[in-house]
Every structure is written in C-alpha cells, then in structure tokens.
C-alpha cells in the first residue's frame, strides 16, 4: 500500500546574524492513516528505485531503523527483474511496524538471509511497540538476549514470538523472562523448536514464504503453506502474557512455559537481523479490525483542567520545571506557564498555568493544567496575546519523549483578565514543536514558527524535518503548513527557530543550531 505525496514550494530567506541563506524547499506532506472499525488490508512489494524513495513510502506504516557502520548500506535490490528490500547490519536492521495490533491478523512475506548459526535474519509477531530496558540496556529486536543455551550463542530481542532462519530449517522461538545471573545475564532467555522448511528451500539462498496466523489467543506460523508450529499464550500481566504452550505441527506439546514474554496491550510485528542480511519482499497484513498506530494517540485532545485539586500539581511538590513563558493582559494580570512532571524530560510530563493580579507579588493556581493521557507528554509551553486582546496557549504533546512527529496544540481565552476565564477547546494545529510566538504579517496572516526534530532514522515526517512555518488566514480558526528550512548545513539540528518580517516583505527566520544561531 504505497503513500502518495503533495508537494508546494516556498522561497524563504533564512538569516544569520553576518551571513545570509536563501533556499527552496521542496516540501514533501505524509498523508497518515486513519485507524476505523472496518478490516484491514496492507501490501508491500518494494518496487522502488533507491532506498530512500522505499522509506518515504512506507515511513507511515514502518519505522526503518538504520545505523551508517561497517561499511553496509541497506538497499533496494533488483534481481530476475524482481525488487526487494535488503536489510544489513547495522546500517538497516530494523523494520518495526507503528501499528498496534488487537484483533485476528494475518502476516505474511517473503524472506531470505544471507547467514545461519549465531547471525542471522528474524520475523517478531507480539513484540511491543516500546522496546525492553534490562538494567540500563535496551533490548531492541537486533539486540543479544545474553542466553547462550549450549547450542546458539544468544538470540535477539526481548518480548514475542520470533522466527529465525537457519538454511534448510526454521527455528520458532518463545522469549521468557529469568532471573539475572549465569546463564541469563539479562534476565531474559528462550524457548524454541526447529523444524525443516518444506520442499527442500534453503533460505541462504531462496526467498522462504512465511505465514503467521494470531487468531484466538494461539500464533500459527506456516512455511511454504504448511504448518510449522503453534504457541497457545494466555494470563496477560502488566501487559505481558506470562503463559504459553509450544506445540509442533501435530499439536504435540514441546513446552509448557509460565515466564513467557508475548506482548498483550501494544503487540506489533517486525524484522530485524544481526551479523547478517535479511532480504525482504511481498509483505502483507490483513485485520479484522483497523489496528491503530501507536503514536496516534497523541492526536487525542487531552482535558483542559481549570484549578484542580491534584496534588502533584502543587507547588511544594512538583520536582523540576522547565521552559517558563508570560504574558501581560490589558488590565495587568498577568498569566505564565512552563512544564513538570516526573523528574525530567520524559513521558510523564505535563504543563501549568498561573496568574497574579499584583504584578507579580503573588500567584495563584494552577488555573489550568494540560496532563495528556499517558504515554503521552506536554511539554514547551508559550503565551501569546493576538491582535484582538484574545490569550492563547501553545504547547506541544508527543507519544513518549518525541515521536518523530509530536504536535503543535492550543486554546485560547477572549477574557484573559479575569482569574478563571473560560477557555476553547484544544485543536492540533501543527506537526512539531513552537516554541516561540507567532508574529502578525504586514497583511494580517498569522505565523507560527514550529520545527520537526529529527528522530534517528524515521523517514515518516520527511517533509517537515527542520525549521517551518504554519501560518492563519482566519485569525486562527484554521492553519497550514507554508514551507520551512530543511537544515543548516553543518549543523545536526535546526530548531527554537522565529521569524521577523522585513521592511521590504521578505521574512527573516533565526534558528538555533547545532553551529550557533543561523
């Protein structure tokens, strides 16, 4: 299921301080899918031309995790006139899908790998969207489990059931939670079976078609139509089934496991490898239901809480803030924001907002508190009065610490001297992150600087990547993306960027980079 894009084209002047840029920008806007109630079907053939042209494509449906070392590019190949994607260690060893899935789903494609033994190439059904953390090492789908079991030395990943090719045979494997120590280092390990893959395939050098079937509470996984295996799972705990029963293709039980990791509440598939290539082609995914992507609960509008009561939120015990603002009504009051929550930066993040009616002598609230659903944090906050004495508040919500996407949201107030003024809705109005006020142009449309961070090696929000600009025609009752600055060159980073306009009608947009203020 390929993606279509749109594309417009701005000429901005991007100044620094001694030096000027000017760039078009060829923009490029990923069109997201909806989840809904009706059956879902995905296909993917990778009949691209370059690599980067395959990530844009599938960047909403898959997160490609690649990693430039050992001189070893993923790529699109061609071959027998036919394209597949290749995946290599490390620059390409992950292909994790974004959804979750929780109704009867079918996975299928076609795979083959260019070793066997210890290395290898891997297909995950019910791992979970967020990767394990064993101590102070995450466990990704590439990454060792620290069980040697006196035949492999280690296998990959954390949580699911996942299968490994291995030449002529297949292994189908359980992860298990352990207790750290000898031979479990990481407190995690395995349970598996292999089995011959059907008529005399030899995935080192034959694409091997696989099937896996999750349907009641039992995985089936086929190769080459015939079954291989089944794991029967069961007693979700903090969103891990715990109990699962491996049987071979004749129903007979191999293991009876009580500490197995399958994931239950955000259960995806992925591929991945290690020390080896993974071929990749004709994947397919069909649900009974629309499976959401997991970072599209940041699209929900969180609760606007006016003076509450909870106890976290008080000063005396809120642990840390960061990123304050302020804003001054026509009768003086004066209102400022910043955000908390948790410790640091993280997922349990939200933001305040207090006011005084003495200059500042004292202050009272919090009058509102933005606390988005967990995992889902707000974070920068800003103040802004526009040119009608309206007070709005911007801030930005992500799935996790960034989703490579994150979200511009805001509310407004048309009465901001009073001390517990009523408030509108909040609306998404941007993809990013502001942090600095909008401006008013010379013909009354409104500008709202934001910027899309990058997110190692996300491909989905290509377009926005960088320093842009969204601007409103209707004094904010609606706003669209108008263009931005893709980077700086030398620099890993463009952001916090704002924008002046000139005498002459050009704009001048500042931004904070990796080099300095461009």
């Given at each position: 299921?390929?993606?279509?894009r749109?594309?417009?084209?701005?000429?901005i002047?991007?100044?620094?301080?001694?030096?000027?840029?000017?760039a078009i920008?060829?923009?490029t806007?990923?069109?997201?899918v909806?989840a809904?109630?009706?059956?879902?079907?995905?296909e993917?053939?990778?009949?691209?031309?370059?690599?980067?042209?395959?990530?844009r494509?599938?960047?909403?449906?898959?997160?490609?995790e690649?990693?430039?070392?050992?001189?070893?590019?993923?790529?699109i190949?061609?071959?027998?006139?036919?394209r597949?994607?290749?995946?290599?260690?490390?620059d390409?060893?992950?292909?994790?899908?974004?959804?979750?899935?929780?109704?009867?789903?079918?996975?299928?494609?076609?795979?083959?790998?260019?070793?066997?033994?210890?290395?290898?190439?891997?297909?995950?059904?019910?791992?979970?969207?967020t990767?394990?953390?064993?101590?102070?090492?995450t466990?990704?789908?590439y990454?060792n489990?620290?069980?040697?079991?006196?035949?492999?030395?280690?296998?990959?990943?954390?949580?699911g059931?996942?299968?490994k090719?291995?030449?002529?045979k297949?292994?189908?494997?359980?992860?298990?939670?352990?207790?750290v120590?000898a031979?479990?280092?990481?407190?995690?390990?395995r349970?598996?079976?292999?089995?011959?893959?059907?008529?005399?395939?030899?995935?080192?050098?034959?694409?091997?078609?696989?099937t896996?079937?999750?349907?009641?509470?039992?995985?089936?996984?086929?190769?080459?139509?015939?079954?291989?295996?089944?794991?029967?799972?069961?007693?979700?705990?903090?969103g891990?089934?715990?109990?699962?029963v491996?049987?071979?293709?004749?129903?007979?039980?191999?293991?009876?496991?009580?500490?197995?990791?399958?994931?239950?509440?955000?259960?995806?598939f992925?591929?991945?490898?290690?020390?080896a290539?993974?071929?990749?082609?004709?994947l397919r995914?069909?649900?009974?239901?629309?499976?959401?992507i997991?970072?599209?609960?940041?699209?929900e509008?969180p609760?606007v809480?006016?003076?509450?009561?909870?106890?976290?939120?008080?000063?005396?015990?809120?642990q840390?803030?960061?990123?304050?603002?302020?804003?001054k009504?026509?009768?003086?009051?004066?209102?400022?924001?910043?955000?908390?929550g948790?410790?640091?930066?993280n997922e349990?993040?939200?933001?305040?907002?207090?006011?005084?009616?003495n200059?500042?002598?004292?202050w009272?609230?919090?009058?509102?508190?933005i606390?988005?659903?967990?995992?889902?944090?707000?974070?920068?906050p800003?103040?802004?009065?526009?040119?009608?004495?309206?007070?709005?508040?911007?801030?930005?919500?992500?799935y996790?610490?960034?989703?490579?996407?994150?979200?511009?949201?805001?509310?407004?107030?048309?009465?901001p001297?009073d001390?517990?003024?009523?408030?509108?809705?909040p609306?998404?109005?941007?993809?990013?992150?502001?942090?600095?006020?909008?401006i008013?142009?010379?013909?009354?449309?409104?500008?709202?600087?934001?910027s899309?961070?990058?997110?190692?090696?996300?491909w989905?929000m290509y377009?926005?990547?960088?320093?842009n600009?969204?601007?409103?025609?209707?004094?904010?009752?609606?706003?669209?993306?108008?263009?931005?600055?893709?980077?700086?060159?030398?620099?890993?980073?463009?952001?916090?960027n704002?924008?002046?306009?000139?005498g002459?009608?050009?704009?001048?947009?500042?931004?904070?980079?990796?080099?300095g203020?461009?």
């Open positions: 299921m390929k993606r279509t749109k594309f417009t084209v701005l000429s002047l991007c100044m620094a301080v001694v030096s000027s840029l000017i920008i060829a923009i806007t990923p069109r997201d909806k809904g109630s009706n059956s879902f079907v995905y993917e053939d990778f009949e691209y031309s370059t690599l980067e042209e395959a990530a494509s599938i960047g909403s449906e898959w997160n490609l690649t990693m430039q070392s050992w001189g070893l590019q993923s790529t190949v061609s071959e027998n006139g036919n597949f994607l290749r995946l290599t260690w490390k390409g060893r992950l292909l994790k899908n974004r959804r979750v899935f929780d109704s009867p789903t079918i996975f299928s494609g076609k795979f083959k790998v260019n070793q066997a033994g210890a290395a290898g190439g891997f297909v995950f059904v019910r791992t979970t969207q990767s394990y953390v064993a101590g102070s090492k466990i990704n789908e990454e489990d620290g069980y040697k079991d006196g035949v492999y030395d280690y296998g990959v990943g954390a949580t059931v996942y299968l090719f291995q030449g002529t297949l292994q189908i494997n359980v992860r298990t939670q352990e207790e120590g031979p479990y280092t990481k407190g995690l390990g349970k598996y079976i292999e089995v011959d893959i059907p008529n005399g395939k030899n995935s080192l050098n034959q694409f091997v078609s696989v896996i079937e999750d349907r009641n509470n039992t995985i089936k996984v086929y190769a080459e139509g015939q079954l291989m295996a089944s794991v029967e799972y069961s007693n979700s705990v903090d891990i089934y715990r109990n699962a491996l049987k071979d293709a004749g129903g007979n039980v191999i293991y009876n496991i009580t500490n197995a990791r399958i994931a239950d509440k955000d259960a995806t992925a591929i991945s490898n290690r020390g290539t993974i071929d990749v082609d004709d995914i069909e649900a009974e239901k629309t499976p959401k997991a970072r599209d609960i940041a699209l509008a609760a809480q006016r003076y509450p009561g909870t106890a976290e939120y008080l000063d005396g015990n809120r840390w803030q960061g990123i304050p603002g302020i804003e009504a026509s009768n003086g009051r004066l209102w400022t924001t910043w955000y908390s948790s410790t640091t930066e349990y993040n939200w933001l305040v907002l207090y006011t005084s009616d200059d500042g002598a004292s009272a609230g919090p009058a509102v508190v606390d988005p659903v967990y995992p889902v944090r707000a974070f920068d800003m103040l802004w009065t526009d040119p009608d004495g309206r007070m709005w508040l911007f801030w930005s919500q992500s996790y610490m960034f989703d490579g996407r994150a979200g511009v949201w805001a509310i407004y107030t048309d009465n001297g001390a517990n003024p009523s408030w509108s809705e609306v998404r109005i941007a993809n990013g992150v502001a942090m600095n006020k909008p008013v142009l010379s013909d009354g449309t409104w500008m709202l600087p934001t899309v961070w990058r997110h190692g090696n996300d989905s377009g926005e990547i960088g320093s600009v969204y601007v409103s025609t209707d004094k904010g009752k609606t706003w669209s993306f108008r263009g931005g600055v893709k980077g700086i060159q030398g620099s890993s980073s463009a952001d916090e704002m924008v002046v306009e000139l002459d009608g050009s704009l001048m947009m500042y931004i904070r980079t990796t080099i203020i461009e």
